[in-house]
């Protein structure tokens, strides 16, 4: 079964500190798509980033990156020089590939990121 | 190109009510999935919709219910209201390709309300 865990309840950090958010997934499927979405306060899931299961290469997106390693089922996500704008809940989520047609994703619990001034 | 938009953005109803959540998906875009949100249990798989059709269904019971019209709108439905049915529903849309492969980009969310 699908599952995906963020151990992380709740981070909180000052300014400019990195921080970095884990996600742990389980799946049987050789294939599948690993996401990862904010959602600010006003409730809207705001898409960040999509990573198949054959491109282990990391991303980087200006202060966001990804680090994708299959050997530990891990898809951390990493924040440089945090801003208060970053303050958000962070869900890690997964899609499996033969879902029998389907576009079901699996959330973690999230994980509540507070960026202090 | 303008995203998910849900209607209505906030809704009160009491226990045995019924309530209808619409979800208008980005153009072009075929699919359309819904997710329950709450504190306990956090965000749920409810069920999909592709071509009118539901493609997919999660762990909920039958007073949830849904559907899909010719242009996409998805509707979706809860009969008899129980308070733990007070949640924030969430729609996304995406293309469909039913691979598991496609993005999906969520709208606002309804937050629902049972007294």
């Known amino acids: 079964a699908q599952k995906v865990t963020q151990a992380q309840t709740e981070i909180s950090v000052v300014e400019k500190e990195d921080v970095t958010l884990d996600c742990v997934y389980e799946?049987?499927?050789?294939?599948?798509?690993l996401f990862w979405y904010k959602q600010p306060p006003s409730g809207e899931l705001v898409f960040l980033i999509r990573?198949?299961?054959?491109?282990?290469q990391n991303e980087i997106s200006g202060r966001y990156s990804w680090n994708f390693q299959k050997s530990t089922s891990s898809f951390n996500f990493t924040i440089t020089a945090s801003q208060v704008v970053d303050s958000a809940v962070y869900f890690c989520?997964?899609?499996?590939?033969?879902?029998?047609?389907?576009?079901?994703?699996?959330f973690g619990k999230g994980t509540k990121l507070t960026v202090n001034p | 190109k303008a995203g998910v938009t849900q209607t209505p953005r906030y809704l009160i109803k009491t226990r045995g009510q019924q309530v209808t959540l619409s979800c208008s998906p980005i153009?072009?875009?075929?699919?359309v999935s819904w997710y329950q949100q709450t504190p306990g249990q956090g965000l749920q798989f409810l069920f999909e919709?592709?071509?009118?059709?539901?493609?997919n269904k999660g762990n909920f019971p039958g007073r949830f219910s849904g559907r899909q019209f010719s242009n996409s709108r998805s509707e979706m439905n809860v009969s008899t209201l129980e308070l733990g049915d007070s949640a924030l529903y969430l729609c996304?849309?995406?293309?469909?390709?039913?691979?598991?492969?496609?993005?999906?980009?969520f709208g606002p969310g309804t937050r629902l309300t049972v007294l």
């Open positions: 799946t049987r499927d050789t294939t599948y798509y």
């Open positions: 996304a849309s995406s293309l469909g390709s039913g691979r598991g492969t496609d993005t999906q980009y």
């Open positions: 153009s072009g875009h075929r699919s």
């Open positions: 990573r198949n299961s054959f491109d282990e």
């Open positions: 989520a997964l899609s499996e590939a033969n879902q029998g047609g389907s576009e079901k994703l699996v």
């Open positions: 919709y592709f071509s009118e059709t539901q493609r």
